[in-house]
């Protein structure tokens, strides 16, 4: 077994603190790698705080990793000692079901293993994530990840990057296209970032004026303050998709308006309580609500091959790990542009 040290939360009324653990010996077709950097995403909080059921502690965080080759198993093809990898949401998957084999792991008909808070396919073995100084994982798990991009603005890609990639890509949104991206945070600044990048018109939809600065900057073309029932009114039938990226509770009724006919609400975001929604939002100009979730690990590699062909990172603020429950609190508060990296050198 490899000796590693992490931050773990052993029980949900408990914060996260160093632990020491096991990760499994370098297999055959296993790569290790010593994690440099680790995304903070708003789902670990929801984890380590058993917000969504179904948890296993202890837990260790953290699904948006990156760091250097350091081990490979004698059969592992992919990847060499020295090469940069990184890891996301997911370490394995049944690799047999329709989905796994048209590269949709994400939505593995017999459950995917995730990366923390989850069991491997043995349904034995708890997974443990990327708060921590090291990791093995089956070499069709790991990515490649470019020496021209920013080691620890990277390591969102793996989660926020994909989430946000994902969905443009599967609705082929590009050039002609007008995209909404409703929120500006973690999510809806790699959304703008893609939109741009693929060619579309970008407008970002916030209730945040001190926001529209962020936005031009980030390379959107238009900003509408979602308060400003003026504002609002005047976008009425004009998108042909929207990306929602918020997860706090909103009326779907009032963006559907935003769309022309034929066009998309594509929901990210995951608020937390169900939402009334009338029929005739869809009804009045053949409207569809739809969800996404990652993408599979082709397209997840072929969204980091992009990045780096256009130089598209996430705006990251790079942390100790002794500082993140203050993290977790600012990014409750939305205080954060716009993703929180924990430095693992400071572990």
Known sequence: MIATKGYAAQTKDTELALWNFDRREVGPHDVQFDITYCGVCHSDLHQIRGEWG????????????????????????????????????????CRVCANCQDGLEQYCTNGNTLTYNSLEQDQKTPTYGGYSNTIVVHEDFVLHISEKL????????????????SPLKHWKVGKGHKLAVLGLGGLGHMGVKFGVALGAEVTVLS??????????????????????????????????????????????????????????????????TPAALMAFS???GRKSLAGSSI????????????????????????????????????????????????????L
Do not use: W
């Open 295 to 346: 993408g599979g690990i082709a397209e997840t590699q072929e969204m980091l091959d992009f990045c780096a062909e256009h130089n598209i990172v996430s705006d990251i603020e790079l942390i100790n790990i002794n500082d993140i429950h203050q993290a977790y609190e600012r990014m409750l508060k939305g205080d954060v542009r716009y993703r929180f990296v924990i430095d693992m050198a400071t």
């Open 150 to 165: 920013d080691l620890a603005a990277a390591a969102p890609l793996l989660c926020a990057g994909i989430t946000t990639y």
């Open 282 to 284: 869809l009804i009045i």
């Open 207 to 272: 209730t945040s004026p001190n926001k529209e600065a962020d936005a031009r900057k980030l390379g959107a073309h238009k900003f509408i303050v979602t308060s400003d029932p003026t504002q609002l009114k005047s976008a009425t039938g004009y998108f042909d998709f929207i990306l929602d990226t918020v997860s706090a509770e909103h009326s779907y009724n009032q963006y559907l308006r935003l769309l022309k006919t034929n066009g998309v609400h594509i929901c990210v975001g995951a608020p937390p």
């Open 54 to 93: 179904g948890e296993i502690f202890p837990m260790v965080p953290g699904h948006e990793i990156v760091g250097r080759v350091v081990a490979v198993g004698n059969h592992v093809t992919k990847f060499k000692v020295g090469d940069l990898a990184g890891t996301g949401c997911m370490v394995d998957s």
